[in-house]
């Protein structure tokens, strides 16, 4: 019986922690209205790389179809891959969905984000999307150096007055191993030091198992930190002593815990899934996936 009730007393002062953590350090950036984790879940256009990438009005109407709220295009800083932009808008107006982000791409030493994203900001102007760099060097600067950090704060921060320009939901750059900014950390001390209102970071939990993370106590202390940049997480299906690349409600790592933590640390931005390297019969694994999402959705919520 002790034990008992010295886990449950642990477990309620884990919550408070969490809670009067998030309160006291307060949010650093302003979330975009209307995509609360708890009403909006969209999935990442990597589910299509191995069906019908040529085919974006495809994609939205099978999201559409089986319940997802919006999508992340990957579109990196590929000029083919931004000529699908327009036809990807169409579709989702035609189906009522949201572009929920744009996962884009730029390298530091460059001196400014690439031509054919600034191209395209007037498609996406007053859509409220949030633009996902992947912050890359091509000459491998150390993440800390001080010269390389004010070369990825100086990019961001002219993405920061354009994202404001065109009325964009704001920036929050890709946690991506062996991306310059490459972890939780890396991200949390970059937004710091933009320090703008409309820049800030997202999650990804296979990038965070990628690097290591495999404790819900560090999962929690992770987010904890990054609560007060966090615009943006993404989950999907893996096991818990390894990175792994399967669908929501497949593997063996509970996805409860997370979205949990989400919660009780007032998490209000959205929340989607990836599903890079699936093949195979795409329309079902998402409608599962998405079966699998309302599952831990409503869990998470008791």
Not at 189 to 209: E, S, T, Y
Not at 278 to 298: C, F, H, M, N, V
Request: hydrophobic residues 40%; proline residues 4%; charged residues 25%.
């Amino acid at each position: 019986m002790l034990s008992k009730l010295s886990i449950l007393a642990s477990t309620c002062a884990l919550h408070l922690t969490l809670a009067a953590g998030a309160a006291a350090q307060g949010d650093k950036v302003d979330l975009v209205q209307n995509l609360h984790w708890k009403d909006h879940h969209f999935a990442m256009s990597n589910w299509f790389y191995n069906y019908k990438f040529d085919q974006p009005r495809l994609h939205i109407k099978l999201l559409k179809e089986r319940g997802y709220g919006g999508i992340m295009l990957s579109l990196k800083d590929d000029p083919g891959r931004w000529k699908t932009l327009p036809a990807y808008l169409e579709a989702m107006k035609e189906h009522g969905t949201r572009l929920t982000a744009i996962h884009a791409r730029f390298y530091i030493e460059d001196g400014t984000y690439p031509q054919v994203i600034k191209d395209n900001l007037p498609l996406l102007k007053g859509t409220k999307v949030i633009l996902i760099p992947s912050v890359g060097s091509r000459t491998k600067r150390d993440r800390k150096d001080p010269e390389a950090v004010a070369m990825a704060v100086k990019i961001l921060r002219e993405m920061s007055d354009d994202a404001k320009k065109y009325d964009l939901g704001g920036i929050a750059p890709y946690m991506h191993i062996g991306n310059w900014i490459e972890t939780i950390d890396d991200n949390v001390r970059i937004a710091k030091a933009v320090d703008r209102r409309n820049v800030g970071v997202m999650f990804h939990l296979h990038h965070w198992q990628a690097v290591g993370g495999r404790e819900i106590a560090k999962l929690r202390a992770d987010l904890l930190n990054a609560k007060p940049y966090l615009m943006i997480a993404v989950i999907q299906g893996t096991d818990q002593n390894k990175a792994t690349h399967k669908i929501l409600g497949e593997g063996d790592y509970d996805m409860v815990p997370l979205v949990k933590a989400l919660r009780e640390m007032d998490y209000r931005g959205p929340l989607g899934t990836m599903g890079y390297t699936q093949k195979g019969d795409i329309p079902s694994k998402l409608a599962r996936a998405y079966i699998a999402w309302e599952k831990i959705r409503t869990e998470a919520n008791r």
